[in-house]
């Protein structure tokens, strides 16, 4: 990677000086000193906003490259999000707004939610699952989905949520790979009027899967599908028959909470491994001063809680803030592209966090969409995911956010499990740059030698020192979580180029391993190469991620025939249809090229940036190792 000059942006909107006034955070370079001068009293005091059965003796314990985090308290997360309310003024409160893709609605109060999900975490116990036993969630996004991942939680069982785009292959590695006991799933999920059968495509994941006990199905079809006794049980059949009360577990602030797997630049996925302590005060403090959830706020992160942005940002961190969330299983162009501002409209949103990719998709839609609604319960926009570009910041600030809403475009990972990098609300704000760290996170930007850039100059993004919700393992890889942290001076590695201006805002430049970001889900190119070469026809193949306008990049297969296949159109429908169904449509390649052969080192490894500079047009670099 070479460190190049950026032409930066000096464009600047100044915030109305009554949304700092209000704000949860109303000086965050005040806050961000406040934790350089006392890093560990920082977070002590936001923790002890949380409740803790046992409080814990030491912020937090950090041998290279292990962090402990709140030593020896004892907590429940599911605790936090549901008691802490009802035994408030919360009880009654909406804790869920759902809006199906039919037009039906249902909600939830948060003693309702603690009702639901004491009942299903009782039905797990009855299952044999216990406190550190792995249950796998493939679900779409309803609410028994967030009761599925809370009953886990509070019986101190490891939930490892699977979302429901991915297909049998890549959910069977989700599965054996975590060792899950038990798995919840649905009958099918619906989109777009459609009904897509879940549950075929579990029953082939399931094949060779030996640690799987049981598996709990969520019949929403009529007739009901039927199930095999004693291996499936009903969702509601288990909750019924169990008891209504499930004290919490008591958890260690280090224990697991949860595995999220995330593609890794080899072909296996990252299992990203997250406490309970750590994570909880983490989700709870960028809940509390990035997205400024308050008591009044209808709240709506349209991720999917199969992601990460959907554990932080759906369930946890907004639950903990006794927020009233809305979910959606509905698609955002179904039956027509003002849904989602018709929702707005509807239920009253006033903290709309969604992704760049979804802004650019309602561009193309135009104004007229947005404009037949009433937005005016909106208060604060953000993004995740990807970079916001200029554009499409300047459509959302202006078409939705009428010219004086904040955005926070919150830069982030799995791995870091919350906001690291934005725009606190009340800061001027800068199209195109996440902005800067958030108080209680020091970042820098590097060269090659792990030299910091000066401002202008592209370099690789590190983060300086531990954090309370960074990743602690990679679940049975524990080379693989060390080099998270080999970055200058024992630093965390976030494998994202980016730049810096004077004035210390950070704009995001895009990947800097072999992960391509469409549409805001991280794809490892190994992944889809192994689909591709799974396929009979196909002998080699070499993935890259081409930037589009809409999506923000790309898949773009070169791939060279097995003796005796020849191109046809009809091979490459094959060949995507594979990719379908192995991996999930998120994965599948916009396109197939069929060529002869695939620039590669002396050593055999293909080299990507050869084949994506050659396609774009730009100058390949170093060819010195190339073989032929
Ligand atoms: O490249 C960055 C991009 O998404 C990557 C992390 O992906 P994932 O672990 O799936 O988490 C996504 C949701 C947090 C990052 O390495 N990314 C995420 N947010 C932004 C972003 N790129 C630019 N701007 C963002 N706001």
Redesign the pocket.
């Known amino acids: 990677m070479s460190n190049k000059q950026v032409t930066l942006s000096t464009k600047k909107y100044m915030p109305d000086p009554n949304y700092r006034k209000e704000a949860w955070c109303k000086d965050a370079e005040h806050a961000y000193q406040g934790y350089i001068t006392d890093p560990d009293g920082f977070w002590a005091r936001i923790s002890h906003e949380l409740e803790w059965f046992q409080p814990w003796e030491t912020v937090k314990e950090w041998q290279y490259p292990f962090a402990r985090w709140f030593i020896n308290g004892k907590t429940n997360v599911s605790y936090n999000c549901l008691d802490r309310h009802i035994a408030g003024h919360r009880r009654n409160k909406v804790a869920i707004f759902w809006q199906g893709d039919d037009g039906s609605t249902r909600s939830l109060t948060y003693w309702q939610l603690l009702r639901e999900v004491e009942r299903f975490a009782n039905g797990l116990k009855s299952l044999g699952v216990g406190k550190g036993d792995t249950v796998c969630i493939y679900m779409p996004n309803v609410p028994e989905q967030i009761i599925a991942m809370l009953a886990c939680a509070r019986i101190g069982a490891v939930h490892s949520v699977v979302f429901a785009g991915f297909g049998s292959d890549a959910l069977h590695a989700r599965i054996t790979g975590a060792g899950a006991k038990v798995v919840i799933t649905a009958d099918a999920s619906i989109r777009r009027g459609k009904t897509i059968p879940l549950k075929p495509i579990l029953e082939e994941a399931l094949i060779n899967a030996t640690s799987v006990d049981h598996v709990v199905v969520l019949r929403t079809q009529t007739p009901k599908i039927s199930l095999l006794s004693d291996f499936e049980r009903d969702f509601y059949e288990l909750m019924e028959e169990s008891d209504k009360n499930c004290a919490p577990e008591s958890m260690d602030a280090e224990d697991p909470l949860f595995i999220l797997y ?1 593609s890794g630049t080899t072909g296996q996925p990252k299992g990203i491994v997250h406490t309970t302590g750590g994570y909880m005060v983490g989700t709870y403090y960028t809940s509390k001063y990035v997205l400024d959830i308050k008591d009044s706020d209808v709240y709506w992160c349209t991720a999917d809680p199969g ?3 959907g554990h932080s940002y759906i369930v946890y961190g907004p639950l903990l803030m006794g927020a009233t969330i809305f979910i959606t299983e509905g698609t955002p162009d179904y039956p027509d592209a003002g849904i989602w501002w018709k929702y707005i409209e509807k239920f009253g949103i006033s903290i709309m966090y969604t992704a760049p990719t979804a802004i650019r998709m309602f561009m193309r839609f135009g104004e007229e969409y947005p404009n037949r609604y009433d937005l005016s319960s909106l208060r604060l926009l953000g ?6 570009n200029p554009e499409a910041f300047e459509w959302f600030y202006h078409t939705i956010g009428k010219g004086k809403l904040p955005i926070v ?8 499990g919350m906001h690291m ?1 934005t725009t606190m609300i009340g800061e001027p704000m800068k199209p195109g740059f ?1 902005g800067k760290p958030i108080p209680g996170i020091l970042i820098d930007i590097v060269d090659k030698e792990g030299k910091p850039v000066p401002p202008g100059i592209s370099g690789q993004l590190i983060i300086k020192e531990p954090w309370p919700s960074m990743v602690r393992m990679v679940h049975q890889n524990e080379e693989r979580y060390r080099l998270y942290w080999s970055g200058p001076e024992n630093s965390f590695t ?3 180029l980016a730049v810096r201006d004077e004035e210390g805002y950070v704009m ?1 430049l ?2 800097s391993d072999d ?1 391509i ?1 469409v549409s ?3 794809i490892g190119t190994a992944e889809v190469e192994s689909a591709l070469v799974a396929h009979k026809a196909v002998a080699e193949a070499a993935v890259v991620g081409i930037p589009d306008e809409m999506k923000g990049n790309r898949i773009l297969a070169f791939v060279l025939l097995r003796e005796g296949f020849i191109e046809t159109p009809k091979l490459k429908q094959d060949l995507l249809y594979h990719v379908r169904i192995t991996l999930g449509p998120i994965a599948v390649p916009s396109e197939i090229r069929v060529v002869d052969s695939l620039p590669k080192t002396r050593s055999g490894k293909i080299m990507r940036r050869v084949l994506r500079a050659t396609e774009l047009g730009e100058d390949p670099g170093d060819l010195s190792t190339i073989e032929e």
Do not use: F, K
């Open positions: 995330t992601w990460i942005t993004s995740v995911g990807e970079p916001l475009d919150t830069w982030w990972q799995t791995e870091t990098i996440a976030a494998s994202d995001i895009g990947r992960l970001i805001g889900h991280n």
